[in-house]
């Protein structure tokens, strides 16, 4: 008697390359740009939390201060088949007085660092977006162990700084290094293959 397969059974196996590709993947597009959807700003401000609450302790429980109601939002937003899945990166930019610029905020998630220069095109958007719109000087205080980053982009230090107990740098982009960028679309990011 030719006995029938078992079709109550649920097969729960998975390949171990299949588990090792879903853990390693990463996506290889990213949009970097201004916020522009609720869900980006929601995200920005949950990526902030984790990295200087959590990840640095810099704030105990929320990094948001009176600057956010003013300040430019951008993302760097993780693209999964050409659409836009997660917010990984966020700077924001202020125009403190006429002409003077500041970033503050930088952070990309842990599992997206030194992947796709995202937090360097965020510092170039960043830049290009306050020259574009009349920067004559744009500042941001650096956490010394990203001094390299930045001298790498053409900041030079104007000042070595204490923040939240922590040593900074007060920097200040070199702009003619920096095209002016308008509109709203930003840069696409790309990971290296
Ligand atoms: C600082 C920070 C924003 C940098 O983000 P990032 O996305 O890793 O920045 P980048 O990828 O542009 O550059 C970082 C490094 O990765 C390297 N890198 C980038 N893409 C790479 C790639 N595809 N392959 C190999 N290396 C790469 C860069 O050369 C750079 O090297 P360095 O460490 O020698 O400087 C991130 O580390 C962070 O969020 N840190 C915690 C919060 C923080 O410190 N904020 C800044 C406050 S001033």
Aim: with cysteine.
């Amino acid at each position: 008697m030719r006995s029938e397969p078992d079709t109550t059974a649920t097969t729960d196996w998975v390949p171990a390359c299949a588990v090792a590709r879903a853990v390693a993947f990463v996506p290889s597009e990213y949009l970097v740009k201004p916020a522009s959807e609720r869900w980006e700003r929601r995200e920005a401000m949950r990526l902030r939390r984790a990295v200087f609450c959590t990840e640095q302790g810099l704030f105990e429980r929320d990094d948001r201060d009176a600057l956010d109601r003013e300040a430019t939002l951008l993302v760097a937003v993780a693209c999964v088949s050409g659409m836009p899945e997660q917010v990984v990166g966020t700077v924001r930019i202020l125009e403190s007085a006429p002409g003077q610029w500041q970033g503050s905020r930088l952070a990309v998630h842990p599992d997206y660092r030194r992947v796709a220069w995202l937090g360097s095109e965020l510092i170039r958007l960043a830049v290009g977006i306050a020259h574009a719109r009349g920067a004559r000087q744009f500042t941001a205080q650096v956490q010394s162990q990203n001094v390299p980053l930045f001298r790498r982009l053409h900041w030079q230090t104007l000042e070595e700084t204490e923040l939240q107990g922590r040593p900074h740098h007060r920097m200040q982009a070199e702009l003619a290094k920096y095209p002016p960028c308008t509109g709203t679309a930003g840069f696409v990011a790309r990971r290296a293959a």
